[in-house]
């Protein structure tokens, strides 16, 4: 059950972010309009949205619950507080003006070259940011519908830059940033092998987002309402994924509620 789960989510995810089919079948999900996920993701919590990035990692099945939500915590952490450390260093949070003083190139294009593949946003190390206005011009159709503010074309662009500016933060102070420095043991013997946890950094990118931007939701929205404007049936999926993690972790605090109360 656990790898059919696993490799019904990997697929999910493929078919969500690529415009070319695949040999798996996507499963029919249920409707829902923009204004409905809008306002139901707007009140999911970190946390949540914490389990969905694990839900992607490689390394997913190396960690218990408990150990997904300290990293969780400090990967969120980590994006909050290096949001305000560039900011009082170069002496703003507008993420254009920061690029800027951080010597960035900040491309536009409508898609990537070769197309097949939707990205929203991409760092290329050094100093190279490129924002795609594909899905920026298709979000604006969704933003009339359901009127969600972060879709909103200057704000969402600047979301997006924010998020790839993390990416950069990373690269140049990689000996010190949480995301970076943060590995697990792969296995010891004969050579301990050590592995960075990728979806660390995805995760501290979003928290780094929104406190530059000083947006009050999770920019992992986005995952969502951006794919519906490329495929409503992935987007309904991804939704789904989400609404039902939240409610698995409404069901696990009810139970260690009542576990305290007992205990009491």
């Given at each position: 059950?656990?790898?059919?789960?696993?490799?019904?989510?990997?697929?999910?995810?493929?078919?969500?972010?690529?415009?070319?089919?695949?040999?798996?079948?996507?499963?029919?999900?249920?409707?829902?309009?923009?204004?409905?996920?809008?306002?139901?993701?707007?009140?999911?919590?970190?946390?949540?949205?914490?389990?969905?990035?694990?839900?992607?990692?490689?390394?997913?099945?190396?960690?218990?619950?408990?150990?997904?939500?300290?990293?969780?915590?400090?990967?969120?952490?980590?994006?909050?507080?290096?949001?305000?450390?560039?900011?009082?260093?170069?002496?703003?949070?507008?993420?254009?003006?920061?690029?800027?003083?951080?010597?960035?190139?900040?491309?536009?294009?409508?898609?990537?070259?070769?197309?097949g593949i939707v990205l929203f946003a991409q760092f290329v190390q050094p100093d190279e940011i490129t924002i795609f206005t594909d899905c920026i011009a298709k979000a604006?159709?969704?933003?009339?519908?359901?009127?969600?503010?972060?879709l909103e074309a200057e704000k969402l662009t600047s979301v997006l830059l924010s998020h790839e500016l993390f990416h950069a933060v990373e690269e140049r102070h990689e000996?010190?940033?949480?995301?970076?420095?943060?590995?697990?043991?792969?296995?010891?013997?004969?050579?301990?092998?050590?592995?960075?946890?990728?979806?660390?950094?995805?995760?501290?990118?979003?928290?780094?987002?929104?406190?530059?931007?000083?947006?009050?939701?999770?920019?992992?929205?986005?995952?969502?309402?951006?794919?519906?404007?490329?495929?409503?049936?992935?987007?309904?999926?991804?939704?789904?994924?989400?609404?039902?993690?939240?409610?698995?972790?409404?069901?696990?605090?009810?139970?260690?509620?009542?576990?305290?109360?007992c205990l009491d």
């Open positions: 059950m656990e790898g059919s789960r696993k490799k019904e989510k990997w697929n999910r995810l493929v078919d969500a972010f690529s415009l070319k089919g695949t040999s798996y079948v996507v499963p029919q999900y249920p409707q829902v309009e923009p204004e409905q996920m809008a306002e139901e993701l707007s009140e999911i919590s970190e946390t949540v949205w914490g389990m969905y990035a694990f839900g992607r990692e490689p390394l997913e099945g190396k960690f218990t619950r408990e150990q997904k939500y300290r990293y969780i915590a400090k990967a969120n952490a980590c994006g909050r507080e290096w949001a305000d450390r560039v900011a009082k260093e170069y002496g703003t949070n507008d993420p254009k003006l920061l690029a800027e003083r951080m010597g960035m190139k900040v491309l536009k294009k409508k898609t990537p070259t070769g197309g604006q159709h969704i933003y009339k519908v359901c009127g969600c503010p972060l000996k010190e940033i949480y995301t970076r420095t943060e590995k697990v043991e792969l296995w010891r013997r004969p050579f301990s092998n050590r592995s960075s946890i990728v979806c660390l950094s995805e995760i501290a990118a979003m928290a780094f987002a929104a406190q530059m931007t000083g947006i009050e939701v999770s920019p992992y929205m986005l995952d969502v309402l951006l794919v519906y404007a490329y495929d409503q049936n992935a987007a309904w999926g991804l939704y789904e994924e989400v609404c039902s993690l939240r409610a698995e972790e409404q069901k696990l605090q009810e139970k260690r509620e009542n576990k305290n109360i």
